[in-house]
């Protein structure tokens, strides 16, 4: 668990779900920042610069190829035995936040 001075203050479930929201909101806009400054720098096709602190390299017209499994399985029309034979169960928690409406 992150003991970061920023969550002291959170003493309530209701706290710590405002400061979740806030920081799922913070990372949000972090990364419509980040997106931004790379597409101007796409924009002006840059492969390289270097900053004082960070350097970025962009590599353009990457080919990448991927197989979709599950169209050629269902292409070879297996079994239903087949298919649960290879099919695995997870468990997993999931965290949903959700902005509340404010009463207008």
């Given at each position: 668990m992150n003991t970061?001075?920023?969550?002291f203050n959170a003493t309530s479930d209701a706290?710590?779900?405002?400061?979740?929201?806030?920081?799922r909101a913070e990372i949000d806009d972090l990364r419509k920042a980040a997106t931004f400054l790379e597409?101007?720098?796409k924009h002006k096709k840059v492969t390289e610069?270097?900053?004082?602190?960070?350097r970025v390299a962009i590599s353009y017209d990457i080919e990448s190829k991927r197989?979709?499994?599950?169209k050629?399985?269902?292409?070879?029309?297996?079994?239903?035995q087949l298919?649960?034979?290879?099919?695995?169960v997870t468990?997993?928690?999931?965290?949903?936040?959700?902005?509340?409406?404010?009463?207008t």
């Amino acid at each position: 668990m992150n003991t970061s001075p920023r969550f002291f203050n959170a003493t309530s479930d209701a706290e710590i779900a405002d400061e979740l929201g806030a920081l799922r909101a913070e990372i949000d806009d972090l990364r419509k920042a980040a997106t931004f400054l790379e597409d101007i720098l796409k924009h002006k096709k840059v492969t390289e610069a270097e900053g004082s602190l960070f350097r970025v390299a962009i590599s353009y017209d990457i080919e990448s190829k991927r197989v979709n499994w599950r169209k050629v399985a269902e292409h070879l029309n297996p079994s239903r035995q087949l298919v649960q034979a290879h099919t695995s169960v997870t468990t997993s928690d999931r965290v949903l936040v959700t902005a509340k409406r404010k009463d207008t």
